[in-house]
């Protein structure tokens, strides 16, 4: 679909909003739906709620066959969101409604959500993104798998103001820092074990541009919890690249495997990966609209 042949009066578009997320409100589905009408959208369909209602959304929006999904959302949701796009073959429109909005940043830079939608509706313009994929999720940003992603709890906690339960997960977290380490083997020749391996997707790494068919894959050696800390929260961007406690290489695979579960983020969101995982590069990961330049 080129840029030209979209015409949103002819197309099925439904909007997820996720008021959980902290970037919006019920407020926020009457400004959705009376920009999507400017646009000339026939009868939209929105789903507004809770993170517990974000499954069933999904789930109806897959039997709703939709052309485009709109998501306004945190990182968790967009993720969500983008993987079943990807499946279903619709066209993405991820907006900042979290706190780091990694996929809407990279793709629309540093906008409100109105802005974001109303720009793309403007004049849109389709984009391919590559990515990753682990067991039976993929990743569009970055995966950090090992320690640092111990600490994306505590810190939920400590956004959310409880300020004890992050205390108590951030506690948790530091006694099980150095533990166990993940051993990697990176493209089948590259070995060895480490705090923490990094998968970073073309769309934000420095040194790969767009159409790089190719994850970079970031070796994290640490020497205390505070690197740790400053890693995990700076590794979904790419911003490293000059830590001395970084190794860099490009791959399109990564097996991982430790005695005990392995921990990970992936675009922000906490998974367990089980004591052995693959992460494999996707060069046709989902589909997006984006402002046409």
Partial sequence: MQSNA????????????????????????????????DAGIVEPRIWCGGADQMAPFLAETARQKLDVLVVLGGDG???????????????LIP???????????????????????????????TRVLSGGRVSDKQFFIAAIVGAPSLWAAARE??????????????????????????????????????EAVALIC????????????????????????????GLATAAAFGKW???????????????????????????GERVNLGRSAEINFVSRAVNVLVPAK
């Fill in 77 to 91: 949701t967009i993720r969500t969101a983008a993987q079943a796009c990807a499946e279903e073959g619709s066209y």
């Fill in 241 to 267: 690249r000059d830590d001395r406690n970084i190794r860099l290489t490009k791959t399109k695979r990564v097996a991982v495997q430790s005695s005990k579960d392995i921990p990970a983020m992936l675009d």
């Fill in 6 to 37: 979209i015409r949103f009066s002819e197309l099925k578009v439904g909007a997820i909003i996720n008021t959980s997320s902290g970037g919006c409100d019920l407020e926020s589905e009457e400004k959705m739906l009376n920009t999507l009408k």
């Fill in 95 to 125: 907006l900042p409604g979290g706190t780091l909005n990694m996929l809407s940043r990279a793709l629309y830079g540093d906008v409100s959500w109105e802005a974001a939608l109303k720009n793309t509706l403007a004049a849109p313009s």
């Fill in 202 to 229: 073309p769309l934000v790494s420095e040194e790969m541009s767009d159409s790089e068919q190719a994850l970079e894959a970031a070796v994290i050696d640490v020497e205390s919890a505070v690197e740790v800390i």
């Fill in 157 to 194: 906690s400590i956004r959310g103001g409880e300020i004890v339960d992050a205390i108590k997960k951030g506690g948790v977290a530091f006694q099980h820092m150095f533990e166990t380490k993940v051993q990697y083997l990176i493209s089948g020749k590259i070995k060895g074990e480490a």
